[in-house]
């Protein structure tokens, strides 16, 4: 029960960066209503879902949520200055989706989505997930 408690933990702190409180009320009771439906669904067909499978697809979120919080730690970092290197802006997608909009926000939240990335952020992110990507083929062939 408490590994399951730490796993809320760590996919609601994402959410307290959104400042909207409707989107926060709306994504809180979306998530109760996903897993409450979750829930019932490894309940009722427990026997017959590949397990394999379903936890190959919440690591594979938890990567992309760890990949995300990567990103925005480090662009913490630059803004306070404590990171003064690969401070460049590789994109400005602010015009197609703004951080700032309730989507990107959410998106932000999620997967470390900004709509003007810095060399570091991108090359974090890339990194994270071959690394990643590599170590899970390792460790599946032993």
């Known amino acids: 029960m408490f590994l399951e408690g730490l ?13 909207n ?8 009771v979306l998530g109760i209503i996903l897993g409450s439906v979750t829930g019932y669904l490894i309940y009722v067909l427990g026997k017959k ?3 394999e ?10 990567v992309i949520f760890a990949a995300g919080f990567l ?12 990171l003064p290197f690969g401070n460049e802006t590789l994109w400005d997608t602010s015009s197609i989706l703004s951080s700032e909009s309730a989507v990107g926000n959410l998106l932000h ?3 470390g989505y900004t709509d003007k990335p810095t060399s570091l952020q991108v090359i974090s ?3 994270y997930l071959a690394l990643i990507g590599i170590s899970s083929v390792v460790r599946k062939r032993t």
Do not use: D, H, K
Not at 21 to 28: A, K, R, W
Not at 53 to 62: K, P, Q, V
Not at 72 to 81: A, K, M, T, V
């Open 53 to 62: 499978c379903f936890f190959n697809l919440s690591t594979f979120l938890l």
């Open 49 to 51: 879902i590949n397990v």
């Open 109 to 111: 939240a999620l997967v």
């Open 7 to 19: 796993e809320m933990v760590v996919f609601m702190i994402p959410l307290t960066s959104i400042t």
């Open 125 to 127: 992110y890339v990194v």
């Open 21 to 28: 409180p409707v989107l926060n009320i709306v994504l809180g």
């Open 71 to 82: 990103v925005s730690g480090i662009g913490e970092f630059q803004q306070l200055g404590w």
